[in-house]
């Protein structure tokens, strides 16, 4: 039997922490040509929403701990 050999876990690189929030887009330039979307306009002042993608339900939260949790 040919297996592969397992590939080393690699952690993931943390994302850079926006240290100008008013202006969110020169944390982003040059990462990609995406649109910035802030959070508190997704949820409004709200805890959560719901997103509908190909048919399905995701909810995306905020956390107590002012952390985002996306789930199906």
């Known amino acids: 039997m040919n297996e592969t050999p397992a590939q080393p876990y690699r952690t993931p690189q943390p994302l850079p ?3 100008h929030p008013e202006d969110p887009c020169s944390l982003c ?3 990609s040509s995406a649109r910035v979307v802030r959070s508190e ?3 409004q002042e709200q805890r959560e929403l719901f997103i509908l993608h190909a048919g ?3 909810r995306l939260l905020r956390t107590r701990n002012d952390k ?5």
């Open 68 to 72: 985002l949790i996306l789930q199906k």
């Open 56 to 58: 399905q339900v995701y």
């Open 17 to 19: 922490v926006c240290q």
């Open 29 to 31: 330039k040059g990462m």
């Open 41 to 43: 306009d997704l949820l």
